[in-house]
């Protein structure tokens, strides 16, 4: 039976076919369609009229393409009552008038109105008739048409009301053809039924995962009883990809028919306290050999035949033979799973130490583990060198990267408080703690897992998902295992981004050493059309050891380190050149912005150092049009240039003019 047919108007409407006269067979055994023709409504379908009368109307307009005057702006469909189903809506009381009117009368009602809009416009309710001329219509159909596009040839209203009627009673017939056809569906279905059950039981045993094995424990029970609504409450803590498989949660469910079901390994039955006002709930438990895993809820809607006896042992066979084959899916799938555990974690293990560079490994680490455990969003903080709060070294969220947050805030710092992880299930439902991740990303379920370093947490892994209960234990169990091992890879890039560091770096000035500028200002010759070199040397300085000693000639030599460092650029290369002499390369400026520069150094360090030195600086520059461009030229020229400052009296700044002769 369809949504809009009943029992009673089937029997009813089979009676007026039969004393029709019109065959429901022909000659050959097919069903014959010309009793069709003959079949009108009768006031057993008028409750269901309002949703014909929406399906006709959009296969109208549908049909209709191409027609201005015929869309669902211009038109609108009423029921016998007045009411509009479908179509345009005016917010206009002189409908119902014009409705009744044109259904008392059988014919077209012109009324003239202003719309919404303020423009006037024509407003034609067409009647739809029944099949049955002496019956009175049971629709209208409004045409509504501004004053300038008004129809003058009103036939065609009623060719397109004629054509509204058709794709009507297409509807209405399709109705009475599927309750035919269903009822011999669901015959047929009957009498395979027993005969089918030993290929389910033997398909069952097929599959050889999981998932195959409740798929076709639902659709067996789904083509046998589809009247019947199935759930399957699991105990495991795994998640399904199929919508009517859920968790069991105990603890919510009381002593309902599961919780019986589940507890004593035996089917349960809640059967109805009235025979119609009730449903009826059957709990078949999931089970095998080692032990229950789940309870299958079927509720027979109120009011159905109850099933019988027959019907329930064979479901109780399907589930016993169902939780066999679950059982043995599981298994394998178990076994497979720690196979592939394993195998990731070796991979990913070789793939972080084949990198020591600290950014590569933050998004390797974030996309693996995206992809592993089939997260939605992924975030990798870290402490900072002060230790006052969390950055974000690598996400697939990009409003979250290189943000901050502070150390004692969110999950990241439960876990950098008590070094332990972090897995929720609802955080909507938890709201234990506030997280900036779980808001922004609108997650729900969260695995977190903290790095550390000889013991001490120094940052975070967290995973999350917008599905609730999405992560199962061993998925927590997995990402444990994988944190040491990117804290380990994070450390030794680190560690190897110090040395590095280290080994460019001045111990004394913490300026960068010789060769690191070389390297850089040869890189910046390959890329850039420009750049100036700075070479600065710190007048009388050996003067300044035998007066004072070493120890004051190393804090001359660091303040002057200072004021270099503190009166250039963030991208300008500061470095200790050889004794007390510096070197500042200047990317992308001329000789005249590099004097500016210079000068700031020079009186700088005339003023703010005790015991006061001077310095002398020597200026030269680079462009792409130079013949040869060199380091070892620019150089060249460069301390040629301090010499001759040097030679003119010290405490001056002196610009090599060797391009200019």
């Not at 059967?271 to 078949?284: K, R």
């Amino acid at each position: 039976m369809s949504e809009f047919s009943t029992t009673d108007q089937q029997t009813l409407d089979s009676k007026t076919v039969q004393a029709s006269g019109a065959p429901l067979f022909d000659d050959k055994g097919y069903t014959s369609f010309a009793w069709l023709q003959n079949m009108d409504m009768t006031p057993y379908d008028y409750p269901y009229i309002n949703q014909l009368l929406v399906q006709g109307y959009r296969n109208w307009i549908q049909q209709s393409n191409g027609i201005s005057w015929i869309s669902e702006e211009c038109t609108a469909v009423f029921n016998f009552t007045g009411v509009r189903v479908a179509g345009r809506e005016e917010d206009d009381d002189e409908d119902l008038e014009l409705v009744e009117r044109c259904c008392i009368s059988r014919e077209m009602e012109v009324s003239q109105r202003k719309l919404r809009d303020g423009s006037l416009a024509f407003v034609y309710m067409v009647p739809i008739l029944c099949r049955n001329y002496k019956k009175d219509p049971f629709a209208a159909l409004r045409f509504t048409r501004t004053a300038q596009h008004s129809v003058s040839n009103q036939d065609a209203l009623l060719v397109a009301s004629l054509h509204f009627r058709s794709c009507f009673y297409s509807k209405f017939e399709y109705i009475f053809m599927e309750d035919i056809l269903g009822m011999q569906n669901r015959s047929e279905r009957e009498g395979r039924r027993r005969s089918i059950l030993f290929q389910i039981v033997k398909r069952m045993h097929d599959k050889i995962d999981v998932e195959g094995v409740l798929d076709e424990v639902f659709g067996s029970i789904a083509y046998l009883f589809p009247h019947v609504d199935i759930t399957l409450y699991m105990s495991q803590d795994r998640h399904s990809r199929n919508p009517q498989v859920k968790p069991l949660l105990l603890h919510e469910r009381d002593e309902d028919v599961c919780v019986r079901a589940f507890m004593k390994g035996q089917m349960a039955v809640n059967e109805p306290a009235g025979p119609h006002d009730e449903i009826t709930e059957i709990g078949i438990p999931l089970r095998g050999k080692q032990g229950v895993y789940g309870v299958f809820h079927m509720i027979l809607p109120a009011g159905a035949d109850s099933m019988e006896k027959v019907d329930v042992e064979l479901i109780v066979m399907m589930a016993d033979t169902a939780g066999t084959a679950f059982e043995n899916a599981k298994l394998l799938e178990q076994s497979n799973v720690l196979i592939h555990e394993l195998r990731l974690i070796n991979e990913l293990v070789q793939r972080l130490n084949q990198s020591l560079k600290l950014n590569e490994i933050f998004e390797f680490a974030v996309q693996e583990l995206l992809k592993m455990f089939m997260a939605d969003f992924c975030c990798i903080v870290q402490l900072d060198q002060d230790e006052s709060c969390f950055k974000v070294m690598s996400s697939n969220v990009e409003s979250l990267k290189l943000e901050s947050y502070p150390r004692e805030g969110g999950f990241a710092g439960l876990i950098s408080k008590t070094g332990e992880p972090v897995i929720v299930s609802d955080y909507r439902k938890d709201g234990k703690i506030s997280s900036r991740f779980m808001d922004t990303t609108g997650s729900q379920s969260l695995m977190a897992v903290p790095m550390k370093n000889r013991g001490t947490p120094r940052g975070v892994i967290l995973l999350s998902s917008k599905l609730p209960h999405f992560f199962s234990y061993d998925n927590y169990k997995m990402l444990q295992m994988l944190a040491p091992h990117i804290g380990l890879a994070v450390t030794n890039a680190m560690l190897h981004a110090e040395v590095r560091r280290l080994a460019n770096m001045d111990m004394l000035t913490g300026l960068y050493v010789r060769h690191y500028v070389d390297r850089i200002i040869q890189e910046h010759q390959e890329k850039d059309f420009c750049g100036s070199l700075i070479l600065v040397d710190i007048d009388q300085f050996k003067q300044v050891n035998d007066t004072y000693g070493h120890q004051t000639g190393d804090e001359i030599l660091k303040s002057v380190s200072n004021i270099v460092r503190t009166a250039t650029r963030d991208e300008d290369v500061c470095a200790r050149w050889g004794g007390e002499e510096l070197a500042i390369y200047l990317p992308q400026l001329g000789v005249q912005q590099a004097l500016e520069y210079a000068e700031k150094i020079r009186c700088r360090v005339q003023y703010e150092t005790d015991p006061q030195v001077t310095v002398s600086c020597g200026i030269a520059e680079w462009n792409w049009l130079d013949e040869q461009i060199s380091i070892e030229s620019l150089f060249y020229r460069a301390d040629m240039a301090l010499y001759e400052a040097k030679n003119e009296g010290r405490n001056r700044i002196v610009i090599d003019h060797t391009d200019d002769m």
